[in-house]
RNA sequence: GGCGGCAUAGCCAAGUGGUAAGGCAUGGGUCUGCAACACCCUUAUCACCGGUUCAAAUCCGGUUGCCGCCUCCA
Protein backbone atom coordinates (compact mmCIF):
# COMPACT_ATOMS: atom_id res chain seq x y z
CA UNK A 1 0.00 0.00 0.00
CA UNK A 2 1.38 3.12 -1.02
CA UNK A 3 0.87 6.68 0.64
CA UNK A 4 -2.18 8.90 0.20
CA UNK A 5 -2.11 12.65 0.40
CA UNK A 6 -5.17 14.75 0.26
CA UNK A 7 -4.21 16.96 -2.50
CA UNK A 8 -5.82 20.57 -2.17
CA UNK A 9 -5.37 21.24 -5.81
CA UNK A 10 -7.56 17.99 -6.35
CA UNK A 11 -9.44 18.00 -3.53
CA UNK A 12 -9.08 14.56 -3.41
CA UNK A 13 -6.53 11.97 -1.96
CA UNK A 14 -4.19 11.18 -4.30
CA UNK A 15 -1.51 7.99 -4.21
CA UNK A 16 1.86 10.03 -3.32
CA UNK A 17 4.60 9.86 -6.14
CA UNK A 18 7.55 11.73 -6.00
CA UNK A 19 8.85 13.85 -9.22
CA UNK A 20 12.05 11.34 -8.26
CA UNK A 21 12.24 8.09 -7.08
CA UNK A 22 12.51 7.69 -3.47
CA UNK A 23 12.97 11.94 -2.72
CA UNK A 24 10.90 13.83 -1.26
CA UNK A 25 10.99 18.07 -1.83
CA UNK A 26 9.21 19.79 0.82
CA UNK A 27 8.35 23.99 1.12
CA UNK A 28 6.39 24.83 4.27
CA UNK A 29 5.16 28.38 4.51
CA UNK A 30 6.96 29.60 7.83
CA UNK A 31 6.08 32.88 9.70
CA UNK A 32 6.40 36.20 9.64
CA UNK A 33 9.19 37.23 12.55
CA UNK A 34 7.46 39.95 13.89
CA UNK A 35 6.14 38.47 17.23
CA UNK A 36 7.02 34.98 19.31
CA UNK A 37 4.76 32.17 17.35
CA UNK A 38 1.04 31.44 19.00
CA UNK A 39 0.16 27.73 18.93
CA UNK A 40 -1.90 28.81 15.21
CA UNK A 41 1.81 29.13 14.00
CA UNK A 42 2.96 26.18 16.02
CA UNK A 43 0.35 23.81 14.43
CA UNK A 44 1.60 23.68 10.29
CA UNK A 45 5.65 23.10 11.86
CA UNK A 46 4.54 20.53 14.37
CA UNK A 47 2.07 18.86 11.43
CA UNK A 48 4.59 19.00 8.38
CA UNK A 49 7.35 17.88 11.13
CA UNK A 50 5.65 14.77 11.36
CA UNK A 51 4.62 14.75 7.98
CA UNK A 52 8.57 14.68 7.10
CA UNK A 53 9.46 12.47 9.82
CA UNK A 54 6.88 9.92 8.18
CA UNK A 55 8.00 9.77 4.90
CA UNK A 56 11.80 9.69 6.23
CA UNK A 57 10.35 6.70 8.39
CA UNK A 58 8.88 5.14 4.88
CA UNK A 59 12.08 5.46 3.40
CA UNK A 60 11.97 8.89 1.57
CA UNK A 61 15.01 11.09 1.51
CA UNK A 62 13.30 14.34 2.36
CA UNK A 63 14.49 17.85 1.78
CA UNK A 64 12.62 20.03 4.01
CA UNK A 65 12.66 23.65 3.68
CA UNK A 66 10.57 26.45 5.47
CA UNK A 67 11.19 30.04 4.83
CA UNK A 68 11.09 33.48 7.64
CA UNK A 69 9.71 36.19 6.47
CA UNK A 70 11.44 38.89 7.52
CA UNK A 71 10.66 42.06 5.74
CA UNK A 72 7.03 42.90 5.69
CA UNK A 73 4.39 45.47 7.24
CA UNK A 74 3.60 43.96 10.33
CA UNK A 75 7.94 43.78 10.94
CA UNK A 76 7.70 47.91 9.70
CA UNK A 77 5.02 48.31 11.97
CA UNK A 78 7.00 46.88 14.80
CA UNK A 79 10.09 48.38 14.59
CA UNK A 80 8.42 51.89 14.44
CA UNK A 81 6.62 50.85 17.59
CA UNK A 82 9.41 49.42 19.65
CA UNK A 83 11.95 52.09 17.95
CA UNK A 84 14.19 49.18 16.53
CA UNK A 85 15.53 48.23 13.24
CA UNK A 86 13.97 45.48 11.73
CA UNK A 87 16.23 42.92 11.26
CA UNK A 88 17.23 43.88 14.77
CA UNK A 89 13.37 42.44 15.65
CA UNK A 90 13.54 39.81 12.73
CA UNK A 91 16.53 38.06 14.31
CA UNK A 92 15.03 37.76 18.03
CA UNK A 93 12.01 36.26 17.35
CA UNK A 94 13.94 34.04 14.57
CA UNK A 95 15.62 33.22 17.49
CA UNK A 96 12.65 32.67 19.91
CA UNK A 97 10.77 30.37 16.64
CA UNK A 98 14.11 27.78 17.28
CA UNK A 99 13.54 27.64 21.08
CA UNK A 100 9.65 26.81 20.90
CA UNK A 101 9.76 24.58 18.02
CA UNK A 102 12.41 22.90 19.52
CA UNK A 103 11.15 22.24 22.53
CA UNK A 104 8.19 20.85 20.74
CA UNK A 105 10.05 18.14 18.75
CA UNK A 106 10.26 19.93 15.29
CA UNK A 107 13.64 19.15 13.84
CA UNK A 108 15.69 22.13 12.14
CA UNK A 109 14.63 22.49 8.42
CA UNK A 110 17.32 21.52 5.52
CA UNK A 111 17.04 25.29 4.70
CA UNK A 112 15.32 27.81 6.47
CA UNK A 113 15.85 30.95 3.94
CA UNK A 114 14.98 34.65 4.98
CA UNK A 115 13.50 37.13 2.36
CA UNK A 116 16.43 39.56 3.41
CA UNK A 117 18.79 37.33 2.12
CA UNK A 118 17.59 36.47 -1.58
CA UNK A 119 17.17 40.22 -3.06
CA UNK A 120 18.99 39.83 -6.13
CA UNK A 121 16.95 36.62 -7.03
CA UNK A 122 13.55 37.94 -6.03
CA UNK A 123 14.89 41.05 -8.18
CA UNK A 124 15.65 39.31 -10.78
CA UNK A 125 12.55 37.28 -10.90
CA UNK A 126 10.94 39.81 -11.12
CA UNK A 127 12.58 41.42 -14.02
CA UNK A 128 11.93 38.05 -15.93
CA UNK A 129 8.23 38.53 -14.96
CA UNK A 130 8.29 41.54 -16.64
CA UNK A 131 10.16 40.72 -19.12
CA UNK A 132 7.36 38.02 -20.34
CA UNK A 133 4.57 40.65 -19.58
CA UNK A 134 3.06 38.82 -16.56
CA UNK A 135 4.18 42.07 -14.54
CA UNK A 136 4.21 45.82 -14.95
CA UNK A 137 5.97 48.54 -13.14
CA UNK A 138 3.41 51.38 -11.86
CA UNK A 139 4.98 54.28 -10.09
CA UNK A 140 7.71 52.31 -8.60
CA UNK A 141 5.33 49.41 -7.50
CA UNK A 142 5.55 46.39 -9.18
CA UNK A 143 2.27 44.37 -10.18
CA UNK A 144 1.36 40.88 -11.69
CA UNK A 145 -1.02 40.89 -13.82
CA UNK A 146 -3.53 37.94 -12.58
CA UNK A 147 -5.61 37.51 -15.69
CA UNK A 148 -3.10 36.39 -18.06
CA UNK A 149 -2.21 33.39 -16.48
CA UNK A 150 -4.43 31.29 -17.76
CA UNK A 151 -4.56 28.42 -14.30
CA UNK A 152 -5.74 31.83 -12.07
CA UNK A 153 -7.14 30.33 -9.12
CA UNK A 154 -7.26 26.52 -9.98
CA UNK A 155 -6.29 26.06 -6.15
CA UNK A 156 -8.76 28.21 -4.65
CA UNK A 157 -11.40 26.70 -6.65
CA UNK A 158 -12.53 30.02 -8.19
CA UNK A 159 -13.06 31.57 -11.25
CA UNK A 160 -10.88 35.22 -12.32
CA UNK A 161 -14.95 36.16 -12.55
CA UNK A 162 -16.34 34.86 -9.07
CA UNK A 163 -12.99 36.51 -7.68
CA UNK A 164 -13.27 40.03 -9.01
CA UNK A 165 -17.04 40.29 -8.01
CA UNK A 166 -15.56 39.64 -4.09
CA UNK A 167 -12.15 41.85 -4.52
CA UNK A 168 -11.57 44.95 -2.98
CA UNK A 169 -11.59 47.98 -5.02
CA UNK A 170 -8.37 49.54 -4.50
CA UNK A 171 -8.49 53.61 -4.04
CA UNK A 172 -6.52 55.58 -6.57
CA UNK A 173 -5.27 52.55 -8.66
CA UNK A 174 -2.10 51.97 -9.73
CA UNK A 175 -3.12 48.47 -10.95
CA UNK A 176 -4.50 47.64 -14.53
CA UNK A 177 -7.06 45.34 -12.85
CA UNK A 178 -8.02 44.84 -9.24
CA UNK A 179 -7.21 41.11 -9.37
CA UNK A 180 -3.82 42.28 -9.88
CA UNK A 181 -1.26 41.92 -6.49
CA UNK A 182 2.26 43.34 -5.82
CA UNK A 183 5.65 41.94 -6.87
CA UNK A 184 7.44 45.19 -5.92
CA UNK A 185 6.76 47.70 -3.28
CA UNK A 186 7.71 51.00 -3.94
CA UNK A 187 9.38 52.48 -0.39
CA UNK A 188 7.68 54.67 2.01
CA UNK A 189 10.45 57.46 3.65
CA UNK A 190 11.76 55.89 6.34
CA UNK A 191 11.27 52.85 5.65
CA UNK A 192 14.11 49.51 5.22
CA UNK A 193 14.21 49.19 1.75
CA UNK A 194 16.19 47.93 -1.14
CA UNK A 195 17.31 49.54 -4.67
CA UNK A 196 15.85 48.15 -7.43
CA UNK A 197 15.05 48.88 -11.35
CA UNK A 198 12.08 50.20 -10.28
CA UNK A 199 13.67 52.35 -7.29
CA UNK A 200 13.87 51.51 -3.27
CA UNK A 201 11.60 48.76 -2.22
CA UNK A 202 10.42 45.96 -1.33
CA UNK A 203 9.14 42.42 -2.04
CA UNK A 204 5.74 42.23 -1.83
CA UNK A 205 4.70 38.83 0.42
CA UNK A 206 4.41 36.27 -2.25
CA UNK A 207 7.04 36.54 -4.49
CA UNK A 208 9.25 35.52 -1.69
CA UNK A 209 8.19 32.20 -1.72
CA UNK A 210 8.49 31.48 -5.36
CA UNK A 211 11.83 32.17 -5.02
CA UNK A 212 13.42 30.81 -2.53
CA UNK A 213 11.51 27.28 -3.02
CA UNK A 214 13.13 27.47 -6.26
CA UNK A 215 16.14 28.51 -5.02
CA UNK A 216 16.27 25.81 -2.71
CA UNK A 217 14.14 22.81 -4.21
CA UNK A 218 13.85 23.56 -7.73
CA UNK A 219 11.35 24.59 -10.31
CA UNK A 220 8.77 21.69 -9.02
CA UNK A 221 9.25 20.71 -5.58
CA UNK A 222 6.54 17.93 -4.27
CA UNK A 223 4.92 18.76 -1.11
CA UNK A 224 3.63 22.89 -0.76
CA UNK A 225 2.34 23.25 2.87
CA UNK A 226 0.67 25.74 5.22
CA UNK A 227 -2.00 27.20 7.08
CA UNK A 228 -5.81 26.41 5.15
CA UNK A 229 -5.87 30.89 5.07
CA UNK A 230 -2.88 30.77 3.13
CA UNK A 231 -4.54 29.12 0.04
CA UNK A 232 -6.18 32.38 -0.99
CA UNK A 233 -3.97 34.46 -2.15
CA UNK A 234 -0.87 33.54 -1.21
CA UNK A 235 -0.85 30.22 -2.64
CA UNK A 236 -2.17 30.62 -5.54
CA UNK A 237 -0.53 33.71 -6.43
CA UNK A 238 3.12 31.83 -5.99
CA UNK A 239 1.41 29.44 -8.43
CA UNK A 240 0.73 31.98 -10.86
CA UNK A 241 4.17 34.08 -10.08
CA UNK A 242 6.49 30.43 -10.75
CA UNK A 243 4.44 28.38 -13.27
CA UNK A 244 4.75 31.59 -15.22
CA UNK A 245 8.31 31.93 -15.08
CA UNK A 246 9.34 28.73 -15.41
CA UNK A 247 6.46 26.74 -17.70
CA UNK A 248 6.80 23.95 -15.33
CA UNK A 249 3.87 22.68 -12.67
CA UNK A 250 4.82 24.39 -9.14
CA UNK A 251 4.03 21.68 -6.53
CA UNK A 252 2.43 18.49 -7.15
CA UNK A 253 0.69 18.15 -3.53
CA UNK A 254 -0.66 20.98 -1.94
CA UNK A 255 -1.59 20.42 2.12
CA UNK A 256 -3.23 22.42 3.98
CA UNK A 257 -4.05 22.68 7.42
CA UNK A 258 -7.05 23.58 9.67
CA UNK A 259 -7.13 26.37 12.42
CA UNK A 260 -7.08 26.44 16.29
CA UNK A 261 -9.71 27.73 17.97
CA UNK A 262 -9.43 29.30 21.48
CA UNK A 263 -12.47 27.93 23.86
CA UNK A 264 -14.02 27.77 20.73
CA UNK A 265 -13.40 30.89 19.24
CA UNK A 266 -11.37 32.19 16.39
CA UNK A 267 -7.96 33.69 18.03
CA UNK A 268 -7.95 37.26 16.79
CA UNK A 269 -6.46 40.57 17.91
CA UNK A 270 -10.14 42.29 18.91
CA UNK A 271 -10.51 39.24 21.26
CA UNK A 272 -6.69 39.37 22.40
CA UNK A 273 -6.69 35.62 23.21
CA UNK A 274 -3.77 34.63 21.42
CA UNK A 275 -1.86 32.07 23.13
CA UNK A 276 1.75 32.12 22.84
CA UNK A 277 3.50 28.98 22.33
CA UNK A 278 6.31 30.89 24.92
CA UNK A 279 3.80 31.21 27.28
CA UNK A 280 1.99 27.92 27.24
CA UNK A 281 6.02 26.17 28.15
CA UNK A 282 6.54 27.89 30.23
CA UNK A 283 4.12 25.90 32.10
CA UNK A 284 3.43 23.13 30.19
CA UNK A 285 5.53 20.01 29.18
CA UNK A 286 5.99 20.57 25.30
CA UNK A 287 5.07 17.01 24.51
CA UNK A 288 1.93 17.73 25.54
CA UNK A 289 1.34 20.41 23.04
CA UNK A 290 2.62 18.58 20.57
CA UNK A 291 0.62 15.44 21.79
CA UNK A 292 -2.10 17.38 21.29
CA UNK A 293 -2.04 18.82 18.10
CA UNK A 294 -1.25 15.55 16.82
CA UNK A 295 -4.15 13.63 18.42
CA UNK A 296 -6.38 15.45 15.75
CA UNK A 297 -6.26 15.16 12.11
CA UNK A 298 -4.19 18.01 10.55
CA UNK A 299 -7.20 19.19 7.71
CA UNK A 300 -9.74 19.26 10.92
CA UNK A 301 -10.13 22.44 13.52
CA UNK A 302 -8.84 22.50 16.48
CA UNK A 303 -10.17 23.75 19.62
CA UNK A 304 -7.66 24.69 22.67
CA UNK A 305 -8.33 24.53 26.08
CA UNK A 306 -7.57 24.02 29.47
CA UNK A 307 -10.28 21.30 29.89
CA UNK A 308 -9.18 19.12 26.74
CA UNK A 309 -5.02 20.10 27.90
CA UNK A 310 -5.85 18.14 30.99
CA UNK A 311 -6.96 15.26 28.91
CA UNK A 312 -3.99 15.44 26.62
CA UNK A 313 -1.82 15.12 30.16
CA UNK A 314 -3.57 12.18 30.87
CA UNK A 315 -3.50 10.33 28.04
CA UNK A 316 0.19 10.86 27.31
CA UNK A 317 0.85 9.56 30.86
CA UNK A 318 -0.77 6.90 30.31
CA UNK A 319 1.84 5.85 27.14
CA UNK A 320 4.33 6.71 29.63
CA UNK A 321 3.51 5.21 32.69
CA UNK A 322 2.47 2.02 30.38
CA UNK A 323 6.45 2.62 28.15
CA UNK A 324 8.25 2.83 31.91
CA UNK A 325 6.64 -0.07 33.70
CA UNK A 326 8.04 -2.45 30.71
CA UNK A 327 10.99 -0.99 31.25
CA UNK A 328 10.69 -1.91 34.74
CA UNK A 329 9.95 -5.50 34.33
CA UNK A 330 12.71 -5.85 31.55
CA UNK A 331 15.60 -4.83 34.77
CA UNK A 332 13.99 -6.51 36.78
CA UNK A 333 12.72 -10.06 35.62
CA UNK A 334 14.42 -13.54 34.24
CA UNK A 335 13.55 -14.43 30.73
CA UNK A 336 10.86 -17.00 31.65
CA UNK A 337 7.87 -16.57 29.34
CA UNK A 338 6.76 -19.02 26.70
CA UNK A 339 3.89 -18.07 23.80
CA UNK A 340 6.63 -15.56 22.76
CA UNK A 341 4.88 -15.87 19.50
CA UNK A 342 1.44 -14.81 19.67
CA UNK A 343 2.62 -11.87 21.73
CA UNK A 344 4.77 -10.82 19.01
CA UNK A 345 2.46 -11.34 16.38
CA UNK A 346 0.07 -8.62 18.65
CA UNK A 347 2.63 -6.34 18.67
CA UNK A 348 3.54 -6.42 14.87
CA UNK A 349 -0.35 -6.23 14.11
CA UNK A 350 -0.15 -2.94 16.17
CA UNK A 351 2.56 -1.49 14.25
CA UNK A 352 1.51 -2.84 10.85
CA UNK A 353 -1.66 -0.84 11.57
CA UNK A 354 -0.07 2.39 12.45
CA UNK A 355 1.42 2.35 9.37
CA UNK A 356 -1.42 1.70 7.55
CA UNK A 357 -3.50 4.63 9.05
CA UNK A 358 -0.47 6.57 8.85
CA UNK A 359 -0.47 5.93 4.95
CA UNK A 360 -3.99 7.12 4.76
CA UNK A 361 -3.38 10.64 4.82
CA UNK A 362 -0.93 11.01 7.82
CA UNK A 363 -4.21 10.12 10.30
CA UNK A 364 -2.16 10.95 13.25
CA UNK A 365 -5.17 10.86 15.69
CA UNK A 366 -6.04 7.20 14.36
CA UNK A 367 -1.70 6.63 15.10
CA UNK A 368 -2.05 7.71 17.92
CA UNK A 369 -4.53 5.26 19.29
CA UNK A 370 -2.38 2.30 18.15
CA UNK A 371 0.10 3.70 20.87
CA UNK A 372 -2.81 3.05 22.77
CA UNK A 373 -3.76 -0.16 21.80
CA UNK A 374 0.02 -0.86 22.46
CA UNK A 375 -0.72 0.21 26.01
CA UNK A 376 -3.09 -1.46 26.84
CA UNK A 377 -1.58 -5.16 25.18
CA UNK A 378 1.85 -4.46 27.14
CA UNK A 379 0.03 -3.74 30.41
CA UNK A 380 -1.81 -6.92 29.81
CA UNK A 381 1.07 -8.76 29.28
CA UNK A 382 3.00 -7.49 32.19
CA UNK A 383 0.18 -8.94 34.22
CA UNK A 384 1.24 -12.54 32.79
CA UNK A 385 2.96 -14.20 35.66
CA UNK A 386 5.96 -15.21 33.12
CA UNK A 387 7.26 -12.90 30.52
CA UNK A 388 9.94 -13.23 28.24
CA UNK A 389 12.75 -10.81 27.65
CA UNK A 390 12.20 -11.25 23.75
CA UNK A 391 8.74 -9.50 23.73
CA UNK A 392 9.24 -6.90 26.57
CA UNK A 393 12.35 -5.93 24.21
CA UNK A 394 9.67 -5.85 21.33
CA UNK A 395 7.11 -4.00 23.54
CA UNK A 396 9.95 -1.01 24.09
CA UNK A 397 11.31 -1.39 20.36
CA UNK A 398 7.69 -0.87 19.21
CA UNK A 399 6.86 1.98 21.53
CA UNK A 400 10.14 4.10 20.70
CA UNK A 401 10.00 3.29 16.99
CA UNK A 402 6.13 4.99 16.70
CA UNK A 403 6.26 7.28 19.18
CA UNK A 404 9.32 8.42 17.62
CA UNK A 405 7.68 9.13 13.84
CA UNK A 406 5.34 11.11 16.02
CA UNK A 407 8.43 12.95 17.50
CA UNK A 408 7.01 12.12 20.62
CA UNK A 409 10.15 10.28 22.28
CA UNK A 410 10.52 8.42 25.41
CA UNK A 411 12.60 11.14 28.01
CA UNK A 412 14.69 8.27 29.64
CA UNK A 413 14.26 8.56 33.28
CA UNK A 414 17.22 9.78 35.85
CA UNK A 415 17.84 6.46 37.11
CA UNK A 416 19.75 7.95 39.68
CA UNK A 417 18.26 8.92 43.20
CA UNK A 418 20.21 10.15 45.79
CA UNK A 419 22.15 8.27 48.63
CA UNK A 420 19.41 9.27 51.47
CA UNK A 421 15.99 8.36 49.26
CA UNK A 422 18.07 5.02 48.36
CA UNK A 423 18.02 4.30 51.99
CA UNK A 424 14.90 5.37 52.67
CA UNK A 425 13.61 2.77 49.85
CA UNK A 426 15.69 -0.18 51.43
CA UNK A 427 14.31 0.88 54.79
CA UNK A 428 10.64 0.39 53.11
CA UNK A 429 11.71 -2.83 51.52
CA UNK A 430 12.63 -4.53 54.83
CA UNK A 431 9.84 -2.69 56.48
CA UNK A 432 7.48 -4.68 54.02
CA UNK A 433 8.87 -7.59 54.51
CA UNK A 434 8.61 -7.40 58.47
CA UNK A 435 4.71 -6.23 57.77
CA UNK A 436 5.59 -2.99 59.20
CA UNK A 437 3.04 -1.26 57.37
CA UNK A 438 3.12 1.91 59.32
CA UNK A 439 6.47 2.67 58.75
CA UNK A 440 6.16 1.52 54.86
CA UNK A 441 3.57 4.15 54.30
CA UNK A 442 4.96 6.72 56.41
CA UNK A 443 8.42 6.14 54.08
CA UNK A 444 5.80 6.38 50.96
CA UNK A 445 4.62 9.73 52.40
CA UNK A 446 7.64 11.54 52.74
CA UNK A 447 8.82 10.24 49.08
CA UNK A 448 5.55 11.57 47.52
CA UNK A 449 6.52 14.85 49.24
CA UNK A 450 9.64 14.50 47.39
CA UNK A 451 7.57 13.88 44.02
CA UNK A 452 8.66 10.63 43.75
CA UNK A 453 5.56 7.77 43.58
CA UNK A 454 5.89 4.64 44.41
CA UNK A 455 4.18 1.48 43.31
CA UNK A 456 4.64 -2.21 43.89
CA UNK A 457 4.08 -4.93 42.08
CA UNK A 458 4.94 -8.49 42.63
CA UNK A 459 8.16 -8.04 40.89
CA UNK A 460 9.24 -5.40 43.56
CA UNK A 461 9.21 -1.69 43.93
CA UNK A 462 9.13 0.39 41.19
CA UNK A 463 9.10 4.25 41.37
CA UNK A 464 8.60 7.09 39.08
CA UNK A 465 8.58 11.24 39.77
CA UNK A 466 5.75 12.81 39.80
C1' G B 1 -23.43 37.12 -3.38
C1' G B 2 -19.28 33.19 -4.86
C1' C B 3 -16.26 28.87 -3.13
C1' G B 4 -15.54 25.36 0.70
C1' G B 5 -15.66 22.73 5.45
C1' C B 6 -17.98 20.70 9.72
C1' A B 7 -22.27 18.34 12.75
C1' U B 8 -20.37 10.77 15.79
C1' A B 9 -21.41 8.91 23.67
C1' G B 10 -20.81 13.66 29.48
C1' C B 11 -16.13 15.83 26.94
C1' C B 12 -12.40 15.04 22.93
C1' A B 13 -11.95 12.19 18.53
C1' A B 14 -11.10 8.12 14.38
C1' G B 15 -14.02 5.76 10.90
C1' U B 16 -16.30 7.70 3.72
C1' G B 17 -21.07 1.27 1.75
C1' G B 18 -21.43 -4.24 5.48
C1' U B 19 -24.80 -3.61 11.84
C1' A B 20 -19.70 2.31 15.50
C1' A B 21 -11.48 2.68 17.00
C1' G B 22 -9.08 5.18 20.83
C1' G B 23 -8.47 8.79 24.98
C1' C B 24 -10.49 11.54 29.20
C1' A B 25 -14.49 11.35 32.69
C1' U B 26 -18.50 8.14 35.25
C1' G B 27 -20.36 3.47 37.50
C1' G B 28 -19.42 -1.83 38.90
C1' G B 29 -15.82 -5.71 39.65
C1' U B 30 -10.63 -7.83 40.08
C1' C B 31 -5.52 -7.24 41.66
C1' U B 32 -3.03 -4.86 46.28
C1' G B 33 -1.41 -5.20 53.53
C1' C B 34 -3.44 -0.35 52.08
C1' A B 35 -2.45 2.61 47.90
C1' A B 36 -0.77 3.47 43.10
C1' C B 37 -0.27 1.33 38.33
C1' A B 38 -3.17 -2.04 35.78
C1' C B 39 -6.94 -5.44 33.98
C1' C B 40 -12.21 -6.80 32.98
C1' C B 41 -17.18 -5.04 32.32
C1' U B 42 -20.50 -0.72 31.57
C1' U B 43 -22.30 4.03 28.40
C1' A B 44 -24.21 6.10 20.82
C1' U B 45 -29.79 3.44 16.20
C1' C B 46 -23.51 8.70 14.11
C1' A B 47 -28.05 16.93 13.53
C1' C B 48 -33.01 16.37 10.88
C1' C B 49 -36.05 14.78 6.41
C1' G B 50 -36.25 12.07 1.90
C1' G B 51 -33.78 8.94 -1.82
C1' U B 52 -30.24 5.11 -4.04
C1' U B 53 -28.75 0.05 -2.35
C1' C B 54 -29.54 -6.68 -0.30
C1' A B 55 -26.81 -3.25 3.00
C1' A B 56 -25.39 4.00 4.63
C1' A B 57 -22.48 7.50 10.00
C1' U B 58 -20.38 6.56 5.21
C1' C B 59 -23.35 7.85 -1.63
C1' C B 60 -27.33 11.55 -3.71
C1' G B 61 -31.03 15.62 -2.78
C1' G B 62 -33.10 18.89 0.76
C1' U B 63 -33.48 21.31 5.85
C1' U B 64 -31.31 23.38 10.25
C1' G B 65 -27.03 24.98 12.93
C1' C B 66 -21.80 26.30 13.33
C1' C B 67 -17.25 27.73 10.85
C1' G B 68 -13.50 29.26 7.11
C1' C B 69 -11.85 31.81 2.56
C1' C B 70 -13.16 35.62 -1.14
C1' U B 71 -9.51 41.94 3.02
C1' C B 72 -0.75 40.85 2.70
C1' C B 73 -3.91 36.07 9.49
C1' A B 74 -0.80 29.48 10.20
Known amino acids: MSIQIFNSLSRQKEEFVPLEKGKVKMYVCGPTVYNYIHI ?8 YDTVRRYLSYRGYDVTYVSNFTDVDDKLINAARELGEEVPQIAERFIKAYFDNTKALGCAEADAHPRVMEHMPQIIEFIEALIDKEYAYESQGDVYYRTRKFDGYGKLSHQSVDELKSGARVEMGDKKEDPLDFVLWKAAKPGEISWDSPWGAGRPGWHIECSVMAREHLGDTIDIHAGGQDLTFPHHENEIAQSEAMTGKPFARYWMHNGYINIDNEKMSKSLNNFVL ?12 LRFFMLSVHYRNPINYSQELVEDAIAGLERWRTAYNNVKHRLSVTADLGDQTDIWQSKVDEIKQAFIETMDDDFNTANGISKLFDLSRLSNQYLAE ?9 SFIQTFEELAGVLGLPFQQEEELLDAEIEALLEERIEARKNRNFARADEIRDLMKEKNILLEDTAQGTRWKRG
Open 385 to 393: KQTSKQVLE
Open 40 to 47: GNARPVIV
Open 277 to 288: VNDILKELDPQV
